[in-house]
């Protein structure tokens, strides 16, 4: 795998709800390396603030585009949003681990809370190539913050009760697993890891395969920096780094304390 780390054109850039947008860029070289869970780090600005990168999940590929998307939050976020076609990016990729869709599973349960929704879009397209069904649940605060494309069977979930099951994506979850049958489900899950620490819960209680791709603050995005460290049952070491072992990690490996809330 070849790393890219160039500044790059924006090509689109886009709100798809509230607060939340899409940014297009073109590369050939990373459109045709990217895999679904992978991420890439951007530096949004030439000025000295902010002075670090961001980490992004790739949320689709467009022939030689590549597309995230994002959450107004701080001051990076609202510089990519004022970005416009012909603005350039700096982008360093890919990063991290994908996604473990070649695994042996029946049905893709993909579970998103806010943000989290981010990787899912590519992810679903390359199930639905390789004809795995997908049925997907979605936690958003109300229906203006409710990301829907490119996403296939979705259930929502918000916190005002505004759209669908009036209260959280774990209580959507669970309310369609009591009344489906849901052939060999495999859970892939991303969002902040209050919601990451129930679905480990839920998927562990029924003895569900899951992955869960960790969010995290990475300055460096290749370990360098050693600032993105999360708990793991094994191999040797007690904290293992977001950004080159994961992002994602299968569930039953990492261990969630209050304090990373």
Do not use: W
């Not at 360093?92 to 029946?106: A, D, M, R, V």
């Not at 072992?245 to 209050?258: K, L, V």
Request: proline share 5%.
């Amino acid at each position: 795998m070849t790393k890219v780390n160039a500044d790059l054109k924006v090509t689109a850039i886009e709100q798809v709800a509230e607060d939340t947008f899409t940014l297009r860029f073109q590369s050939s070289e990373l459109a045709g390396q990217l895999k679904p869970g992978q991420f890439i780090n951007i530096l949004v600005s030439e000025r000295i603030e902010p002075l670090l990168r961001r980490p992004y999940s790739i949320s689709n590929i467009y022939n030689d585009e590549c597309e995230i998307m994002f959450s107004l939050l701080g001051k990076g976020t609202h510089i990519l949003a004022e970005k416009r076609p012909g603005d350039t990016i700096g982008v360093l990729g890919p990063l991290g681990n994908t996604f473990g869709y070649e695994k042996s599973f029946g049905t893709a349960v993909i579970v998103a809370g806010g943000i989290g929704v981010a990787p899912f879009p590519y992810l679903t397209r390359v199930l639905k190539e390789k004809g795995i069904p997908t049925v997907t649940f979605l936690g958003a605060r109300s229906t203006s913050r409710v990301v829907r494309d490119g996403l296939e069977n979705l259930h929502i979930a918000t916190d005002d009760g505004s759209e669908g099951f009036h209260g959280n994506v774990i209580g959507a979850l669970a309310e369609y697993m009591q009344t489906h049958d849901v052939d060999r489900p495999m859970i892939f899950a991303c969002g902040p890891n209050p919601m990451l620490q129930a679905t480990q819960s839920f998927a562990h209680e029924h003895d569900i395969l899951c992955e869960l791709s960790l969010e995290s603050e990475m300055a460096c995005g290749m370990g360098i920096c050693q600032g993105c460290p999360i708990e793991h049952h094994g191999g040797g070491r007690k904290y293992t780094l977001v950004c080159t072992d994961g992002a994602c990690f299968d569930s039953r490996d990492i261990i969630f304390h209050e304090h990373h809330a």
